[in-house]
């Protein structure tokens, strides 16, 4: 749920920016939320990989 409220408040940040004409923030902006998104990415895909046996020792024994 935190990444959907982080992207719409980028959302309305970008916009601001896109029609004040800044360019160079916009810039910043795409790159910024793109490493971010890749980082998260990252960041649960380890998490999810360490927790898979409890996961499914959870669901497939209980």
């Known amino acids: 749920m935190i990444p959907f409220i982080i992207i719409r ?3 309305i940040i970008f916009s601001q920016k896109i029609g004040a004409g800044d360019k160079k923030q916009v810039n ?13 990415s ?8 360490f927790a898979l046996p409890t996961i499914l020792n959870c669901y497939l024994f209980s």
């Open 28 to 40: 910043s902006l795409i790159t910024t939320s793109f490493v971010t998104a890749v980082l998260f």
């Open 42 to 49: 990252v960041i649960l895909t380890i998490i999810l990989e």
């Open 9 to 11: 408040h980028l959302n």
